[in-house]
Each structure stands twice: as structure tokens, then as C-alpha cells.
């Protein structure tokens, strides 16, 4: 595949009529080894923001060799484009029995989370040989519910057992399992560190409650990518507070600080083009969006960087709404978007970091869903791991020295 410069140099070969998808995998192996290098334990990738094989072997190159799976699909896939080395983990709380047997029987995975009684039963009963015998290499992550206020989208509601329920399942899990570990989720986009912290507290109550010797402290996903109207501090930052308080855990001397980024290392690996095709006073109507990349855009009003590609628009930046291209009044991104104010049809548009859900989510509604996917060599929009970033709390200060 050939390397284009950037999202100029695609229009000027192609001057393509359908979305094109912009892969930058050295962005996302910057970020992978972000990760690996200064993360205070063990990332595994969060499959499911970014399944695409090539993503895949580009965090595998760069170091990443264990994958937080949601379903028995994710699971197949990572083992066919990675291979027998990739650890598997299939972290969805709530799983068929015919995919945990599966998972644990043909693809090798020891490692699986849950939220109930139920769900234990259930992963004993799949991973048990045909003797009837019961599996003694099971690494099991019971899922603690914790706040999601403060991240941009919540994970509170769906899984995860109250702090009032979890001493019992934690004993019952710690009874089966080789590693007991304990999991949870701040919810996506966590805007500060203190949020982990937060849920560290809960975690230490739980390990007080229950009486149980823990092996794995597995922190999640959640962690910021930038975005408009977005800026989270240094990831740096998140790295040190998670440090700090997994450190004074009352946990095994040997215990494993777990992550499981998914945006963070995504986010930045994909941008799109896309065209406009008409324009209504401040409202473009463009040929992707809801049904397709821009999900979040129309469903929780997620705001992406844009640059207008056409270097002659000279007008002040305006705020824009977004149609996207199906026969859908619902395919509507009120962003606002900032644009030149004379951009007109026919003129191209990168909408960036769209590389986490945003690639994953395109679907083939009305026909839409189709286009390129090439590979750019430019930075993307915004950046965690350039190292050129003015933390958003510094100020301009002048310090008089006398």
C-alpha cells in the first residue's frame, strides 16, 4: 500500500466521491509504546473501539501483546490475525456458555470477568474437561461497579456488582479461580485522574470486606483522547495517580496492575475525508454520518476536530451542523463543527480521531459504508504522546526573580 503525505495529497490523487478512511499507524504505535514503556503494568488493548487486523499488528509490533475481547467474534479474530502468542482476555461481564467454552477449549483463553454468581457458574461449567473435572488455570476478574462522574460517557448502569454484594462473589471467585482479580470501569473519556483514584477507594473496600487474597488490580479502560471543548491533563498524569494508589492495596505481594485502553491507543490511528454535498445557511450535508463513522457525533454529541481542505476559503471560522448522506432526519451531528464560512459544496473536510468507534461503527445503511482506506505519513489533529503538549492547567504566569 502506498503512503500518501496527508489528507491534501489524497484528494489531489483521487478526488474521491465516497468517504475515505486516513490510517495512521505510526500514530497509534506511538501510542502503543506510550503504554507499554510508562503505564506501571500490564495494557491490554480494548478490542472492541478498533477491531481492524491491521491496527491489530501494528500495537502487536509495538509491544502490545494482551487483548481485553468482548465477544467470542473479537476473540476469533485477534487469534487469527495475531496468533497462538497474543494473550486473550474475554472481559465481558455476561457471556454464553458456548462462547466461554469455546474461548477456553480452542482459543486458549484463561482469562474472564463477571459480575454475578451466575456468570461464575457458568464460566466453571464451560472451562470444566471431559472428565468433569474443573479447570485449575482460570484467572477470573470480578467486575466492581464505580462512578462514572468523571467521564464524558457513563459505564455506571450496566455491569458491575454493588460494593454491598461483592465480599460474597469475591469468595466464591477466589475459591475457583488461580489469579482472582477485581476489574472496573470509570466509563469512557475520564476527563480527570481522580477518577481512578475514586475507584481504587472502592477497590480497597471490597479487598477489606471480602478477606480475600487478590492477584490482579485491573484498572480498566476510560483513558482521554483530545477532542474539542475536551482537553484532559498528560496521560502522564493518570499513569502517576493509578501508581500511587494501587500501590497501597492490601493485595498479593506479587499482585498485577492491569489497564485496558482502548480509544487511547486508537484514537489517533484513523481520520476521515469526507465531501460535502450541499449546503443549507449553517447546515452541510455530507456523505457520511450517523449510520457510519460519526455515530458518536449524532448520538452523544461528540464533537470532532475538522479542517476544511480547500486552501482557497478564506472566511472566518463558523459553526456548522453536519446531514449526513441517508434518507434518515436522524443522520443529523448538531456539533457545532468549525468551518471557513464560505466552504461551499464540493469542498472536502478531514474530520479527525475518529479512530476510536468511529471506523468501527460505519455500517452499510441506504447503500452508504463504502469508500478507500489509505495510509498518511502527517501527524494527526490532536496528540497524547507527541511530548509537545502545555498541560491545560498551566497558566502564563511571569515569576519576577530578585
Not at 185 to 196: I, L, W
Not at 197 to 222: K, M, P, Y
Request: glycine content about 6%; aromatic content about 10%.
Amino acid at each position: 500500500m502506498s503512503i500518501h503525505q496527508d489528507a491534501p495529497a489524497v484528494v489531489r490523487a483521487f478526488s474521491p466521491t465516497e468517504p475515505v478512511i486516513l490510517n495512521r499507524p505510526q500514530a497509534a504505535a506511538r501510542a502503543a509504546r506510550f503504554f507499554v514503556e510508562k503505564f506501571p503494568g500490564k495494557s491490554l488493548y480494548a478490542v472492541k473501539a478498533n477491531p481492524s487486523p491491521d491496527l491489530l499488528a501494528v500495537l502487536w509490533d509495538a509491544g502490545v501483546t494482551h487483548y481485553d475481547t468482548a465477544s467470542i467474534a473479537e476473540v476469533r479474530l485477534v487469534r487469527e490475525a495475531l496468533g497462538p502468542d497474543a494473550v486473550l482476555c474475554f472481559m465481558h461481564p455476561v457471556k454464553p456458555v458456548a462462547a466461554i467454552h469455546e474461548a477456553y477449549h480452542i482459543h486458549g483463553v484463561r482469562t474472564f470477568s463477571l459480575d454475578s454468581h451466575e456468570e461464575l457458574e457458568k464460566i466453571v461449567e464451560a472451562t470444566r474437561d471431559r472428565d468433569g473435572n474443573d479447570a485449575t488455570d482460570l484467572s477470573l476478574c470480578v467486575r466492581l461497579r464505580v462512578s462514572s462522574e468523571y467521564s464524558e460517557l457513563s459505564l455506571a448502569s450496566k455491569f458491575g456488582v454493588d460494593l454491598a454484594d461483592a465480599a460474597p462473589l469475591l469468595q466464591a471467585t477466589r475459591q475457583v479461580a488461580d489469579c482472582l482479580g477485581i476489574c472496573f470501569h470509570v466509563g469512557s473519556q475520564a476527563m480527570s485522574p481522580f477518577a481512578y483514584v475514586q475507584a481504587l477507594e472502592r477497590v480497597r473496600a471490597a479487598i477489606v470486606d471480602a478477606s480475600v487474597t487478590v492477584d490482579i488490580i485491573d484498572v480498566g479502560g476510560g483513558f482521554p483522547s483530545i477532542y474539542p471543548g475536551m482537553e484532559p491533563a498528560p496521560m502522564e498524569d493518570y499513569f502517576a495517580s493509578i501508581h500511587r494508589a494501587a500501590e497501597s492495596l492490601p493485595v498479593s505481594y506479587s499482585s498485577e496492575l492491569w489497564c485496558e485502553p482502548g480509544r487511547a491507543l486508537s484514537a489517533e490511528f484513523n481520520s476521515m475525508i469526507v465531501q460535502v454535498e450541499k449546503r443549507r445557511g449553517n447546515e452541510l450535508f455530507i456523505n457520511e454520518g450517523a449510520y457510519g463513522a460519526l455515530y458518536d457525533a449524532a448520538h452523544v454529541d461528540w464533537r470532532f476536530p475538522v479542517r476544511c481542505l480547500n486552501e482557497t476559503r478564506e472566511g472566518a471560522a463558523e459553526e456548522f451542523a453536519f446531514y449526513g448522506p441517508t434518507c434518515d432526519d436522524a443522520d443529523y451531528m448538531e456539533g457545532p463543527f468549525r468551518l471557513p464560512a464560505d466552504i461551499q459544496p464540493g469542498d472536502y473536510i478531514e474530520i479527525g480521531m475518529l479512530g476510536a468507534y468511529g471506523a468501527a461503527m460505519r455500517t452499510r445503511f441506504n447503500g452508504f459504508g463504502t469508500g478507500l482506506s489509505v495510509d498518511v505519513s502527517d501527524e494527526p489533529m490532536n496528540s497524547q504522546y507527541r511530548g509537545d503538549r502545555v498541560h491545560p492547567r498551566a497558566k502564563d504566569n511571569v515569576v519576577s526573580l530578585r
